[in-house]
């Protein structure tokens, strides 16, 4: 993210932004590029300012009525508007995270990074701040790059995902491919909970005849005895929030969880087809 931005060297390589090579702090006295901004984990604040006064700080060269505007809409946006006189160094890192955010979104640039922007924010206030950042660069064209360590994150926030492992990209393509085709396990595993199905356990009648990747949500229960690929007898099942997980046995031991809407019985056995 920093040698994107310009704030690190290349050791190899180069980047491209627009027609113009991006070069670093050995180049450039002032590193940095002012059609990005960067919401990094250090929180480039101005410490020694107001909440206000730093995002006006991004706002030169604005009215003052229009300066005004912006910042009263990022304040109220991100919570903020009762530490606004606040200087910066007696916040907490959760309140200069908000203002680092306040900071890059004050003038919506050509390229935004983000370097997990919300790892300090409660729920409620993510979404809003989605939503804001969503709008925002749909309106001005603008690219975002995010990173963050959370597979939930990254599936409801991301269009496209780049996941790297080891330095090394593995896979990359729209979300919902590489979460339903990952290319190994490994990375099946970072994006959230998968069975891997033995060719043993379909039944007779079912088309596979391989081992299968499945993720729980793929799994429907059937009622329809000519038409199913497997059967599992319920080991447990419980309610996570949004629905119930279900942990079943296939007739050869084989543990298989499955995603439902409604509870099911323990000890009980039942049918399920899978999703294409």
Same mark, same amino acid.
């Given at each position: 993210?920093?040698?994107?931005?310009?704030?690190?060297?290349?050791?190899?390589?180069?980047?491209?932004?627009?027609?113009?090579?991006?070069?670093?702090?050995?180049?450039?006295?002032?590193?940095?590029?002012?059609?990005?901004?960067?919401?990094?984990?250090?929180?480039?604040?101005?410490?020694?300012?107001?909440?206000?006064?730093?995002?006006?700080?991004?706002?030169?060269?604005?009215?003052?009525? #229009?300066?005004?505007?912006? %910042?009263?809409?990022? +304040? !109220?946006?991100? =919570?903020? /508007? &009762?530490?606004?006189?606040?200087?910066?160094?007696?916040?907490?890192?959760?309140?200069?995270?908000?203002?680092?955010?306040?900071?890059?979104?004050?003038?919506?640039?050509?390229?935004?990074?983000?370097?997990?922007?919300?790892?300090?924010?409660?729920t409620?206030?993510?979404?809003?701040?989605?939503?804001?950042?969503t709008?925002?660069?749909?309106?001005?064209?603008?690219?975002?790059? #995010?990173?963050?360590?959370? %597979?939930?994150?990254? +599936? !409801?926030?991301? =269009?496209t /995902? &780049?996941?790297?492992?080891?330095?090394?990209?593995?896979?990359?393509?729209?979300?919902?491919?590489?979460?339903?085709?990952?290319?190994n396990?490994?990375?099946?595993?970072?994006?959230?909970?998968?069975?891997?199905?033995?060719?043993?356990?379909?039944?007779?009648?079912?088309?596979?005849?391989?081992?299968?990747?499945?993720?729980?949500?793929?799994?429907?229960?059937?009622?329809?005895?000519?038409?199913f690929?497997?059967?599992?007898?319920? +080991?447990?099942?419980?309610?996570?929030?949004?629905?119930?997980?279900?942990?079943?046995?296939?007739?050869?031991?084989?543990?298989?969880?499955?995603?439902?809407?409604?509870?099911?019985?323990?000890?009980?056995?039942?049918?399920?087809?899978i999703?294409?």
């Amino acid at each position: 993210m920093k040698c994107i931005y310009g704030l690190e060297d290349l050791d190899a390589g180069e980047v491209i932004f627009g027609n113009k090579k991006v070069l670093g702090p050995s180049y450039n006295l002032i590193p940095g590029y002012e059609e990005m901004k960067l919401v990094s984990q250090d929180f480039y604040v101005l410490d020694n300012h107001t909440v206000e006064e730093n995002i006006f700080d991004k706002l030169i060269g604005y009215t003052n009525e #229009l300066k005004q505007k912006r %910042a009263t809409k990022l +304040l !109220k946006l991100l =919570d903020l /508007l &009762a530490l606004k006189n606040s200087k910066a160094k007696f916040l907490s890192s959760g309140q200069k995270q908000r203002v680092a955010i306040a900071r890059a979104l004050a003038v919506i640039p050509k390229v935004l990074l983000l370097d997990e922007p919300f790892s300090n924010l409660d729920t409620i206030l993510s979404e809003k701040l989605f939503a804001f950042v969503t709008s925002e660069v749909r309106k001005n064209k603008t690219s975002v790059i #995010l990173i963050t360590h959370l %597979a939930d994150e990254a +599936l !409801k926030y991301a =269009d496209t /995902l &780049a996941v790297m492992d080891n330095g090394k990209i593995i896979q990359s393509g729209k979300k919902w491919q590489i979460y339903y085709q990952p290319k190994n396990t490994k990375l099946a595993g970072l994006l959230g909970p998968f069975n891997i199905i033995k060719a043993e356990d379909f039944e007779k009648s079912s088309k596979q005849k391989t081992k299968l990747f499945v993720r729980p949500d793929k799994l429907k229960i059937t009622t329809a005895k000519s038409s199913f690929d497997l059967e599992l007898t319920i +080991l447990n099942c419980t309610f996570n929030g949004k629905c119930f997980e279900v942990l079943g046995e296939t007739k050869n031991g084989n543990p298989v969880l499955v995603y439902s809407p409604k509870e099911l019985e323990t000890e009980r056995q039942y049918y399920f087809s899978i999703e294409s």
